[in-house]
């Protein structure tokens, strides 16, 4: 007569044979594949990034959190991701270049810009103080921030003096702007902007200052005989329309309308002007040359200057 009990002891046996036959499969399965506790493709991976600050990591671990963030469900929680990692709006960190010259980068935005892919939005939004003094253009400046000096330069020389470690990880976004010109009476200056795929990039009017009343400042709001009648209030709209302003400028209080120590940027030790890459709106007959929009070294937000002059390089780029 079988013992009491054996046919239990039994079926325990069964399920822990059935259980270690399944554990030995699934182990030889991530040592076929290459996975596995300590393989290389775990290295690195975002989920295991440790907690730091945002001038502590690594590029490549900067480069997994923003990733992290861009997956997010929500701005929301896209925020969470990058508060949980150490990083908020308006952090820096130093940035040593091909020259030599030490300069910052800082947080400006979190999922504020479109990847030019069609991948949904950039985690991180990251912005240098000035990298160099350069001329926007020539002097006729044709075709605005897209056929300009400045843009080719960035995409060449200007992206060699970054650490190549970063550079090769930058998303690529979509910038608008008024690259090209309308006729001075146009109403449709909103209409003519265009878009352009950056990976690295100058800011827009926009951007930094948010909606910006210039025209209507100078000019007021009804069309008057003085200005031929032209309506002005499309060209105003047309530099807020620029893409949005980033975090780090709004909680600045930076709004187009006074000075902000949030943009006085130094290159080399001393205060300068740097570009935006927003042209003035609209071209007259006869002129020669087409303006070119600058934050003022004192960090008034806007004046206007010939392409052919020399002003700061400030870079946006994202991860």
């Known amino acids: 007569m079988a013992r009491r009990g054996s046919g239990c002891l039994t079926a325990l046996a069964l399920v822990l044979s059935i259980a270690f036959v399944a554990l030995a499969a699934t182990l030889f399965m991530l040592v076929a594949n290459g996975g596995g506790p300590g393989s290389p493709e775990d290295e690195g991976s975002p989920e295991r990034v440790a907690a730091g600050s945002f001038d502590e990591y690594s590029w490549q671990e900067l480069s997994d959190i ?7 469900p929500s701005d929301e ?3 969470a991701v990058a508060s949980q990692h150490g990083i908020e709006v308006g952090d820096t960190r130093t940035l040593t270049l091909g020259d030599a010259s030490v300069v910052e980068l800082r947080v400006v935005g979190i999922r504020a ?3 030019a892919d069609g991948g949904g939005v950039a985690g991180l939004t990251l912005m240098t103080s000035p990298i160099a003094v350069r001329p926007f253009s020539d002097e006729k400046n044709e075709g605005g921030w897209e056929s300009s000096d400045l843009r080719s330069w960035l995409a060449g020389e200007g992206a060699s003096l970054l650490p190549d470690e970063l550079v090769s990880r930058v998303v690529p ?7 090209a010109a ?7 200056a909103v209409e003519a902007l265009t878009t352009t795929a950056d990976a690295l990039w100058v800011p827009s009017v926009s951007e930094v200052c948010g909606e910006v009343d210039w025209f209507a400042q100078e000019y007021g709001t009804t069309p008057s005989a003085s200005s031929e009648y032209v309506d002005f209030r499309p060209y105003d709209e047309a530099l807020s329309a620029q893409g949005e302003q980033y975090e780090y400028f709004s909680d600045a209080g930076v709004d187009g309308s006074g000075t902000s120590g949030a943009l006085v ?3 080399g030790g001393t205060a300068c002007n740097w570009w935006y890459r927003t042209s003035y709106p609209y071209a007259l007959e006869g002129w020669e040359q087409r303006m070119v929009y600058q934050v003022m070294s004192s960090g008034y937000p806007g ?5 052919s002059e020399q002003a700061g390089v400030v870079v946006g780029l994202c991860l």
Do not use: C, F, H, Q
């Open 303 to 307: 004046m206007t200057s010939g392409p």
């Open 77 to 79: 929680e896209g925020r």
């Open 265 to 267: 940027m130094a290159y």
């Open 182 to 188: 309308v006729r001075y009476g146009d109403s449709g």
């Open 113 to 115: 810009d479109e990847r």
């Open 66 to 72: 923003a990733g992290l963030i861009a997956a997010a």
């Open 173 to 179: 976004v979509l910038k608008v702007t008024d690259n």
